[in-house]
T-cell receptor
């Protein structure tokens, strides 16, 4: 069974531009959550999607947005990039049917904003 | 405000000894708590889940305790090996609302010295 796949693995972008990250969940999983990880702040929850609907959202500005497609694949978009957006972006998938399900993470996209 | 604290950023122990990692939380009433392992450049990997009505959970060399009165979880690795060196994250959620918003601690980096 294939794991969670995130693309691209690395990304370098200048300030002010926008970026789109992709996440393909494990087959059968309908929930996809996104996290930002930085050395100082650790893993910060961005948002969670289930069946193409955003179910929960963390405390990030509106520049961070996401969507989920009918095949459960998800994309995350960051517009008007700032230096502070440099981080490892992780997505995690689960069945999304119970609150105590374990999360399966991808290897992340390392974003560097110059 | 809600906070999850893991006892230290780094912990060094000798091979064969028991490693004990601490996770303390405030202003949460979690229904369950999870522990994950993260290796450099990779996403976290689920290890154990313990529910609020469980005092202790074991899996091979791993043991987790959950004290809702002290608002603390302890994670033990017995007979530690160099391969156990990684960052360990605790994560919790209130378990309400029918969806996940798993919040992570900042992690403890464990180094097992041969």
């Amino acid at each position: 069974k294939a794991g969670v796949t995130q693309t691209p693995r690395y990304l370098i972008k200048p300030r002010g531009q926008q970026v789109t990250l992709s996440c393909s969940p494990i087959s059968g999983h309908r929930s996809v959550s996104w996290y930002q990880q930085t050395p100082g702040q650790g893993l910060q929850f961005l948002f969670e999607y289930f069946s193409e609907t955003q179910r929960n959202k963390g405390n990030f500005p509106g520049r961070f947005s996401g969507r989920q497609f009918s095949n459960s694949r998800s994309e995350m978009n960051v517009s008007t990039l700032e230096l502070g957006d440099s981080a490892l972006y992780l997505c995690a998938s689960s069945f999304g049917q119970a609150v105590d399900e374990k999360l399966f993470f991808g290897s992340g996209t390392q974003l560097s904003v110059l | 405000s809600q906070k999850i604290e893991q006892n230290s950023e780094a912990l060094n122990i000798q091979e064969g000894k028991t490693a004990t990692l601490t996770c303390n939380y405030t202003n949460y009433s979690p229904a369950y708590l999870q522990w994950y392992r993260q290796d450099p450049g990779r996403g976290p990997v689920f290890l154990l889940l313990i529910r609020e009505n469980e005092k202790e959970k074991r899996k091979e060399r791993l043991k987790v305790t959950f004290d809702t009165t002290l608002k603390q979880s302890l994670f033990h690795i017995t007979a530690s090996q160099p391969a156990d060196s990684a960052t360990y994250l605790c994560a919790l959620d209130r378990g309400s609302g029918g969806y996940q918003k798993v919040t992570f601690g900042t992690g403890t980096k464990l180094q097992v010295i041969p």
